[in-house]
């Protein structure tokens, strides 16, 4: 098997190189590798909580051939965090031991544009820049289903269901599901344009394709976030969405499921 070697993500502050510092002094004693390239690791280890992840995971690649874990600086896990910082040899401790276990979550793949192609992990979510509403087409399978007219909308991963999307009401999808979700923000529900109304889940076999509606000539300029990050793009006017065919691999603890983190984050 290749040595293990371990690349540290994490936000160069004098505090954070300290506990970094530590982390790699008990990661040699164990005698795992430490290297300051990304690309030549096979364990990717963020430091700061769920945002901190999100972004080691955009910033490495999205990579399927290594394995990734999340360090919570605070007493609360989130989502993406199996350990906190005063675990520090515990978590190298679990690897020497062979006690880690590998989840696998699923990703979005889109299009902007059918140029600017991107993952997410979380989520995608498309919104109005102004006062006024957007208006979006939307086809599932290139088969129109409806019109939307509101704030904008959110699709999200299985992991992803628990953030944005729970908090507008959608459902909280098993990650053993490869699927993406679709939730609406505000949506306006009248004689002329009528939605679903509610949150719904597509398969990995389904594509999702959002145009801009560009009659009422404001829907140039929407903001797109993914995973946190903005998209710097403008006069959007065609999205492509579907189930990724990249699955991201994370380090686990025995006894920490998926459904363990809601509960703990939730209940």
């Known amino acids: 098997m290749p040595q293990t070697t371990f690349y540290f993500f994490y936000r160069k502050t004098e505090q954070l190189h300290e506990k970094v510092r530590e982390l790699k002094k008990i990661t040699k004693s164990y005698g795992y590798d430490i290297t300051a390239d990304p690309e030549e690791a096979n364990v990717i280890i963020s430091i700061g909580g769920d945002s901190a992840f999100l972004k080691a995971v955009r910033d490495t690649g999205f990579r399927t051939d290594c394995l990734y874990a999340g360090i919570a600086l605070t007493e609360q896990l989130g989502q993406y965090c199996d350990f906190h910082i005063h675990q520090l040899d515990e ?3 679990a690897a020497a031991e062979e006690r880690w276990l590998v989840r696998k979550y699923p990703t979005i793949h889109g299009t902007v544009n059918n140029t600017k192609a991107f993952y997410v992990l979380n989520d995608f979510n498309i919104r109005s820049s102004t006062i006024r509403t957007l208006t979006l087409d939307v086809f599932i399978n290139e088969s129109l289903f409806e019109t939307f007219r509101g704030d904008g909308m959110v699709i999200s991963t299985p992991t992803g269901s628990t953030a944005y999307n729970k908090s507008v009401h959608g459902s909280i999808v098993d ?8 939730s609406e923000l505000a949506s306006l529900n009248n ?4 939605t679903l109304g509610s949150s719904f889940l597509l398969s990995s076999k389904r594509k999702l394709h959002l145009k801009m509606a ?3 000539g404001h829907n140039e300029f929407p903001l797109i976030g993914m995973d946190g990050e ?3 793009i403008q006069h959007i006017y065609d999205i492509h969405l579907e189930v990724g065919d990249r699955f991201i691999n994370i380090i686990k603890l025995p006894k920490n499921s998926f459904w363990d983190k809601v509960k703990r984050n939730f209940l």
Do not use: G, H, T, Y
């Open 230 to 232: 903005a998209l710097s």
């Open 214 to 216: 560009s009659e009422l």
């Open 191 to 194: 004689n002329r344009f009528r």
């Open 91 to 93: 978590i190298i401790k």
């Open 175 to 182: 990650p053993l599901l490869p699927s993406m979700q679709v």
